[in-house]
Nanobody, 124 residues
Framework: QVQLVESGGGLVQAGGSLRLSCAVS????????MGWFRRAPGKEREFVAG????????YYIDSVKGRFTISRDNAKNTGSLQMDSLKPEDTAVYYC?????????????????WGQGTQVTVSS
């Protein structure tokens, strides 16, 4: 069983930064793609960024390119999302997720395991 626990959310002013972390249990972490999703109030869940199993390939949606950086540490079973130059429209609950596909950084295949989410609020 794979369990994911996010941390690092909070309240920040526009232009500020936050770093989200995701601790993952399970022996197969290094074989799975990892991703971050978000759900803003009144909106559907949105894929934000993905990183393949080895960490060599990443993917970002256009609205966060150049501002967010996804990374992972397979030795520590952790992942992170560095968020810089935050905007009010980045306000959402952020979820980390894991996919059994090794190269699913672009969300072309399903994600199978989900964390509970962490709130990010960006004030203007």
């Amino acid at each position: 069983q794979v369990q994911l626990v996010e941390s690092g959310g909070g309240l920040v002013q526009a232009g500020g930064s936050l770093r989200l972390s995701c601790a993952v249990s399970g022996r197969m972490f290094s074989s799975y793609t990892m991703g971050w999703f978000r759900r803003a109030p009144g909106k559907e869940r949105e894929f934000v960024a993905g990183i393949n199993a080895s960490g060599g390939r990443t993917y970002y949606i256009d609205s966060v390119k150049g501002r967010f950086t996804i990374s992972r540490d397979n030795a520590k079973n952790t992942g992170s999302l560095q968020m810089d130059s935050l905007k009010p429209e980045d306000t959402a609950v952020y979820y980390c997720a894991s996919s059994r596909y090794q190269t699913n950084e672009d969300y072309s295949q399903p994600f199978h395991y989900w964390g509970q989410g962490t709130q990010v609020t960006v004030s203007s």
